[in-house]
T-cell receptor, first 113, second 116 residues
Framework: EDQVTQSPEALRLQEGESSSLNCSYTVSGLRGLFWYRQDPGKGPEFLFT???AGEEKEKERLKATLTKKESFLHITAPKPEDSATYLCAVRHLASGGSYIPTFGRGTSLIVHP | GAVVSQHPSRVICKSGTSVKIECRSL??????MFWYRQFPKQSLMLMAT?????????EQGVEKDKFLINHASLTLSTLTVTSAHPEDSSFYIC????????????FGPGTRLLVL
């Protein structure tokens, strides 16, 4: 069964305390791993797309990396405004022969000042 | 960046009525649009994939006759919840993929549906 698992489920950090969020996946025919940020009551906001193992992308305090089994979202010196739910999604080949996205449950991040 | 809008942002309706939600890609053409449902503190559940000019592909367990999807143009897809019931109350989110792009999905702001 295709699965996307994110950990931890929730994370509390002090401002400036760096950490990493994990997204592990077991899917067939990976065709992209995506990271999104979602604020309460809003749609997800696109952050990164990764396609191959070893690939890295950076944006401000965020850095995403990808291996064959998992992806990490590193947050360096987070600020309170980084508080949000971070979603990981994998686009993969489904049983019907089409590519579909599967989302993890997300990691709820709270950064305390 | 690519912008996707949804309308309405919030709707309250009586049980048994139908509700239509619009999803538009504002500054790009989207050959594929996706419809999701999200319950509180849960992840996004893919309901269906919609390609312009063809019938939508529904995920297992999603009723085609209850959730009608139309993708009439490269910038507009609609989701109609027919004969809505309280259990249909949820947050509905659409996303669109850029035609010829790298399959990144850009999400709308979501529609909060409350069925009384």
């Amino acid at each position: 069964e295709d699965q996307v698992t994110q950990s931890p489920e929730a994370l509390r950090l002090q401002e400036g305390e760096s950490s990493s969020l994990n997204c592990s996946y077991t899917v067939s025919g990976l065709r992209g791993l995506f990271w999104y940020r979602q604020d309460p009551g809003k749609g997800p906001e696109f952050l990164f797309t990764l396609y191959s193992a070893g690939e890295e992308k950076e944006k401000e305090r965020l850095k995403a990396t990808l291996t064959k089994k998992e992806s990490f979202l590193h947050i360096t010196a987070p600020k309170p405004e980084d508080s949000a739910t971070y979603l990981c999604a994998v686009r993969h080949l489904a049983s019907g022969g089409s590519y579909i996205p599967t989302f993890g449950r997300g990691t709820s991040l709270i950064v305390h000042p | 960046g690519a912008v996707v809008s949804q309308h309405p942002s919030r709707v309250i309706c009586k049980s048994g009525t139908s509700v239509k939600i619009e999803c538009r890609s504002l500054d790009f053409q989207a050959t594929t649009m996706f419809w999701y449902r999200q319950f509180p503190k849960q992840s996004l559940m893919l309901m269906a994939t919609s390609n312009e000019g063809s019938k939508a592909t529904y995920e297992q367990g999603v009723e085609k006759d209850k959730f009608l999807i139309n993708h009439a143009s490269l910038t507009l897809s609609t989701l109609t919840v027919t004969s809505a019931h309280p259990e249909d109350s949820s947050f509905y989110i659409c996303s669109a993929s850029v035609a010829g792009g790298q399959e990144t999905q850009y999400f709308g702001p979501g529609t909060r549906l409350l069925v009384l």
